[in-house]
C-alpha cells in the first residue's frame, strides 16, 4: 500500500502558476504509474495528467496540454505537476492518484489504485 500527500495549492491570479506535490509513502514510488485529477464543485473527478514508472511517458488532458507538466523524482518518491497560466476553469481540488497498471498511463479514476486527500486550487480571475 502507498500513501499519498498532496501539497502546493493556493490562491492564485489567471495567468499565475503554481506546483502542486505529491509525496509518497510505504511502498517504493517507482512501482506505480501516477496521476493527477480534479474536481471542481458539482462536476465528476476528471483526468489531468499522468506519467509512467521511469518517467518516460506522459498524458495530459486536452484543457491543460501546453501549460500544465508532471513529472517525478524517485528518488524522492514525490510527483509534481507544474500549472502555468492558470484559468479560472483550473479552479478545483486536486488529487494525486498511483496506479498499479503496468503498460500505459491510465486515465480513468477506476484504474488508480490509491488516492490522498486534495489540495485546493483557485484560480481569480
Do not use: H
Amino acid at each position: 500500500q502507498v500513501q499519498l500527500v498532496e501539497s502546493g495549492g493556493g490562491l492564485v491570479q489567471a495567468g499565475g502558476s503554481l506546483r502542486l506535490s505529491c509525496a509518497a509513502s510505504g511502498r517504493t514510488a517507482s512501482d506505480y504509474m501516477m496521476g493527477w485529477f480534479r474536481q471542481a464543485p458539482g462536476k465528476e473527478r476528471e483526468f489531468v495528467a499522468g506519467i509512467s514508472r521511469t518517467g518516460g511517458a506522459r498524458k495530459y488532458a486536452d484543457s491543460v496540454t501546453g501549460r500544465f507538466t508532471i513529472t517525478r523524482d524517485n528518488t524522492k518518491y514525490t510527483v509534481y505537476v507544474q500549472m502555468n497560466n492558470l484559468k479560472p476553469e483550473d479552479t478545483a481540488v486536486y488529487y494525486c492518484a498511483a496506479s498499479q497498471r503496468k503498460f500505459w498511463v491510465p486515465v480513468l479514476v477506476s484504474e488508480y489504485d490509491y488516492w490522498g486527500q486534495g489540495t485546493q486550487v483557485t484560480v481569480s480571475s
